[in-house]
């Protein structure tokens, strides 16, 4: 069974913090990864993807552990629009059939 | 540039009635095309997903069902909803195995 396990939060942190979190997925064959952000009653927008070597994009840094089977995002610099769910997105790859997604991770930026 | 279309944004549907949800792409061709479902405080779950015109995979069983049509537009469909149907419902493409999928803006549907 797929399973891609993250904290659901809530993570409330004040603003101009640095912040990460973790995800964890059960299939050591997973070839793609991905972090998503989700607003409230919105869609899931694709944030960054998730490079082996790491990968970098303005405050946002992502990694990957693929002998410890996580995936981790930092944000530094925290700005109260950071405020969203963010989701940890494992492509088993082999298929068309789908992203497996984490449930998610509240994320609130305190003023 | 490539841009979906899902509506309508919101419905209110009474237990029994029948349900059908439109996605279109736009400015792709022979994408692949899922419909997803998000319950109250829940993951997104797979409902259905498409690599081709007319081939549909199911991975719930249950009283919805899809179809394809043409290249760029997949339904949604039930002939008698249950109140357990209520969430909210996103289409999404992608291309490549290995890439991210890119959603529509989702139809919240409350069946009452």
């Known amino acids: 069974r797929k399973e891609v396990e993250q904290d659901p939060g809530p993570f409330n942190v004040p603003e101009g913090a640095t912040v990460a979190f973790n995800c964890t997925y059960s299939?050591?064959?997973?070839?793609?990864f991905f972090w998503y952000r989700q607003d409230c009653r919105k869609e899931p927008k694709l944030l960054m993807s998730?490079?082996?070597s790491g990968n970098e994009d303005g405050r946002f840094t992502a990694q990957l552990n693929r002998a410890s089977q996580y995936i981790s995002l930092l944000i530094r610099d925290s700005k109260l629009s950071d405020s969203a769910t963010y989701l940890c997105?494992?492509?088993?790859?082999?298929?068309?059939?789908?992203?497996?997604f984490g449930k998610g991770t509240h994320l609130i930026i305190q003023p | 540039s490539q841009t979906i279309h899902q509506w309508p944004a919101t419905l209110v549907q009474p237990v029994g009635s029948p349900l059908s949800l439109e996605c279109t792409v736009e400015?792709?061709?022979?994408?692949?095309l899922y419909w997803y479902r998000q319950a109250a405080g829940r993951g997104l779950q797979l409902l259905f997903y498409?690599?081709?015109?007319?081939?549909i995979s199911s991975e719930v069983p249950q009283n919805l069902s899809a179809s394809r049509p043409q290249d760029r537009q997949f339904i949604l469909s039930s002939k008698k909803l249950l109140l357990s149907d209520s969430g909210f419902y996103l289409c999404?493409?992608?291309?490549?195995?290995?890439?991210?999928?890119?959603f529509g803006s989702g139809t919240r549907l409350t069946v009452v």
């Open positions: 299939n050591s064959a997973s070839q793609s």
């Open positions: 498409s690599v081709g015109i007319g081939q």
């Open positions: 998730v490079y082996s």
């Open positions: 997105v494992v492509n088993e790859g082999g298929g068309a059939d789908g992203l497996t």
């Open positions: 999404a493409w992608g291309t490549a195995v290995g890439y991210g999928y890119t």
């Open positions: 400015g792709t061709s022979n994408p692949n």
